[in-house]
């Protein structure tokens, strides 16, 4: 794409197709073909990847066959390179029906554009594609729709059929928003309490009503509009979209660490890009730059030229990721599970039949009719890898990444997901694969190679690649990043003519600055999303959906069912029909182990394996106080229906010989009950709090036997606690200790067993104590609780622990 010396005075043209107009600057250079980055891309199985280029020479302008397969004919004749100007007339690929294209004079002057909604601005003229219609900044783009606004005094806007302006979008709310003429002759923009937010140049409205001037950009959904005038432009986001890296760099350790050192690379509408490189040369790192789930601390990424940093909170929802793991319940079926995600993702007002219709559409696109029934545990990991993709299509994003879609694959597998991302792009979407297979490179655009060190090595078409590097096979260029550390990998492929040809010229940029010199950076600082819901509608969804996955396990749920009638039963044998001298300390220890272990036990893998999940949903909107809260509900139920079960099997019909039958408000058994449910419930939030700690989940048995050990050591059942130095006040953040003296209280435990250590202070049969130890409990529920909330936060995105 290097143009020819000396300064251009070919006169403008505009190139007609049967895809559009494209206005051809005598400053560029045009490649035409099937490569998606080609500036004029014909969709035709004639024409050849790189087919012919029409550029300035002096005054005049040339097209020039690039070898392609089938040839180029300039007015019914073969060219290889010949001059061509206003009238001519050419074909691509076959002399009678090929692709037509037709040069006519200069367009008229276009009126003064819209201000972009972003500060990075690309020139109209920088080589990227003019017939796509995406960019608010671009000068030659056309609106989709132009709506003259005439003498209405408001504009109704939603999804709702009723509205003035209907946006068939699942992600817009049925009444969004609301432009309104003001008396004046301005106009401002309402939001009417929409769930995915109205957004005014990038930035989401803060209060309910605000200015528009002329030429602000109002987004909703995957829609923009821009007043004009008296006329409101819309423009609409096909999924058609650009991907302009610029620069990026990644540190830690105070920047002595570069993880991602200078990255720029263009990615072209409906382009599949693969990123591949070493263990170690900042593949995760980018993909997280890329997604602005942890932004880059240096440079930019454009999104179809809008900076994604600063529009983050509205752009977010047109980009989807896939995550190396599972993003849905196994335990689940397709259907089911892609049903409670359109839940989440999609606005309150949405109605059933409009999610369902929405899932059983993409269940068609990935092909999966045949398995929507059955659970997700049950399909092979190319069928688990479409369902994970499934429900990132709900939201119908125009950028698509993965994150090692085909780790684990066969290569008959590797190959069926390669070839299901080359469709999705070709359907309209932008997609961004990193992996560390090499097998079906062929199916995409562009390749990236990242070296160690995070640096691109190169940036082309895959079959270019390893000519590149000079080797013949991929093994022999992954042996040279292992072993030719020193090699300046980054530099030999800025000094080489594709570094000018993929990057420099495709985006109009100049060469990056040389190395030592400080990248530039967008000062953007991404916000997270809003919220698609209500919190008390997020809560209802996943109250549902944990109980439907709880319900579905069925080893789950025999061991919780099994387990107080086990616990119980053995306190039963132990207490026989009255709590004596010889039996009473033996039994409430039994139900306070019962109580720790059933508690525990029921939560201490339920945060962890749902950590990729909950991270994946958490990006996109998901309340983490929601999460949270219907974790404690439902395990809380069940928790607390255990140590009922547990209490009622070992002291129902037994005399608990509690002072003049009487407990110390209640019945004696109703209070203990009340102690053990607490404890059971207090255990619950502490196992989640393992939950939250670990980061494998084989980590958790040992820690849960270590909780037992503990809570078992320090109940004060079988150590001498009072008046011992640390060790009594340890014990005041244990629950078991405060369960024990609960029951004690209750039943006067020192009277019954008098041994030295039922001698016990918390064991006195006062109104007094038994409050506090009830208190006690109470307050280290809502400590724990807030503890498993930080610790999730730990867990999450970058950009949503804000």
Not at 64 to 75: K, P, R, Y
Not at 116 to 129: C, E, M, N, Q
Not at 504 to 532: I, L
Request: with cysteine.
């Amino acid at each position: 794409m290097v143009q020819r010396p000396g300064v251009p005075t070919a006169p403008e043209l505009v190139l007609v197709t049967d895809t559009g107009s494209f206005a051809m600057s005598p400053g560029r250079t045009y490649h035409v073909g099937r490569d998606p980055l080609c500036e004029i891309c014909l969709e035709d199985a004639r024409v050849s990847w790189h087919h012919a280029v029409l550029r300035p020479d002096g005054d005049h302008w040339t097209v020039e066959d690039e070898h392609s397969t089938n040839g180029t004919w300039a007015d019914g004749r073969r060219v290889h390179e010949r001059s061509v100007g206003a009238g001519c007339r050419l074909r691509f690929g076959d002399e009678e029906d090929g692709p037509v294209a037709v040069l006519v004079g200069p367009p008229p002057p276009p009126a003064p554009p819209p201000p972009p909604p972003s500060s990075a601005a690309p020139d109209p003229a920088a080589g990227v594609r003019p017939s796509r219609v995406t960019s608010l900044s671009r000068t030659f783009q056309q609106p989709t729709t132009v709506r003259p606004l005439l003498a209405r005094t408001a504009v109704s806007i939603g999804r709702d059929p009723g509205n003035d302006l209907v946006i068939d979008d699942l992600t817009v709310s049925r009444r969004h928003a609301e432009l309104r003429a003001l008396a004046d002759g301005t106009y401002e923009i309402a939001d009417l309490g929409s769930h995915n937010g109205t957004y005014l140049n990038g930035a989401r409205l803060d209060r309910r009503a605000a200015p528009l001037a002329q030429g602000d950009i109002v987004g909703i959904g995957h829609s923009a509009f821009c007043l004009v005038g008296d006329q409101l432009q819309e423009f609409v986001d096909t999924g058609e979209v650009s991907l302009d890296v610029q620069d990026l760099t990644v540190a830690v350790d105070k920047g002595r660490k570069i993880l991602l050192d200078r990255v720029s690379f263009p990615v072209g509408a409906k382009c599949l890009l693969a990123v591949v490189g070493p263990s170690g040369a900042g593949k995760s790192t980018l993909l997280g730059a890329l997604t602005g789930l942890r932004p880059a601390d240096q440079g930019t990424v454009l999104y179809d030229g809008r900076d994604l940093y600063r529009d983050y909170a509205e752009l977010r929802r047109r980009i989807g990721l896939v995550p190396q793991d599972d993003i849905l319940h196994s335990q689940l079926t397709v259907r089911r599970a892609l049903g409670y995600a359109a839940e989440l993702r999609f606005p309150q007002d949405t109605a059933k039949a409009e999610r369902q219709a929405r899932v059983e559409e993409v269940i068609g696109e990935l092909g999966l009719q045949q398995r929507a029934d059955q659970p997700i545990h049950s399909l092979s990991g190319g069928q688990r890898k479409r369902v994970s993709v499934a429900l990132e299509l709900l939201t119908k994003p125009s950028l698509l990444f993965l994150d090692e879609p085909t780790s684990g694959l066969d290569p008959g597998m590797d190959r069926s997901v390669m070839h299901m991302l080359r469709g999705l792009a070709d359907d309209g979407r932008t997609v961004i694969v990193v992996t560390h297979s090499v097998l079906n490179l062929d199916v995409c655009d562009r390749l990236l190679i990242l070296a160690p060190g995070g640096r691109t090595a190169y940036f082309g078409p895959p079959e270019e690649a390893l000519g590149f590097f000079g080797f013949e096979q991929w093994p022999e260029a992954y042996e040279a990043f292992e072993n030719q550390q020193d090699r300046d990998w980054a530099g030999q492929y800025r000094a080489s003519p594709l570094q000018s040809r993929y990057v420099d010229v495709a985006t109009g940029r100049t060469p990056p600055p040389p190395a030592g010199e400080a990248a530039r950076t967008s000062g953007a600082v991404p916000q997270p999303p809003p919220k698609a819901q209500s919190w008390g509608s997020q809560l209802s969804t996943l109250i549902r959906r944990y109980t439907a996955v709880l319900g579905a396990d069925r080893t789950f749920l025999a061991i919780m069912i099994g387990l107080p009638f086990v616990m119980g039963g053995l306190a039963r044998a132990l207490a026989g029909t009255a709590l004596t001298a010889e039996t009473g300390l033996n039994a409430l220890f039994i139900l306070v182990l019962g109580g720790v272990l059933t508690g525990a036990a029921n939560a201490v893998r339920e945060l962890v394996k749902e950590r990729v999940i909950y991270q994946r949903e958490r990006a996109v909107g998901l309340s983490r106080s929601a999460y949270l809260m219907s974790k404690v509900v439902v395990l809380g139920v069940l928790t607390v229906a255990q140590a009922v079960v547990l209490t009622v099997v070992g002291l129902a019909g037994v005399d608990t010989n509690a002072p003049g039958g009487k407990g110390i408000f209640l019945p004696p058994l109703i209070e203990i009950i009340l102690a053990v449910a607490l404890l059971s419930f207090t255990s619950m939030l502490l196992g989640l709090m393992i939950s939250a700690l670990v980061t494998k989940e084989e980590a958790t048995m040992p820690l849960l036997v270590l909780l037992t050990i503990v809570q078992s050591a320090f109940c004060g059942a079988l150590l001498k606690l009072s008046g011992v130095p640390v060790l009594e006040q340890l014990a005041w953040f244990v629950p078991a200790r405060w369960a024990m003296g609960a029951m004690g209280t209750t039943t006067d435990l020192g009277a019954i067993v008098p041994l030295k250590i039922t001698q016990d202070p918390l064991f006195a049969h006062k109104t007094s104590l038994w409050i506090l130890e009830i208190g006690m409990l109470l307050a280290l529920s809502v400590l724990f609780t807030v503890l498993v909330a930080r610790m999730l936060r730990r867990t999450e995105p970058a950009v949503m622990r804000k």
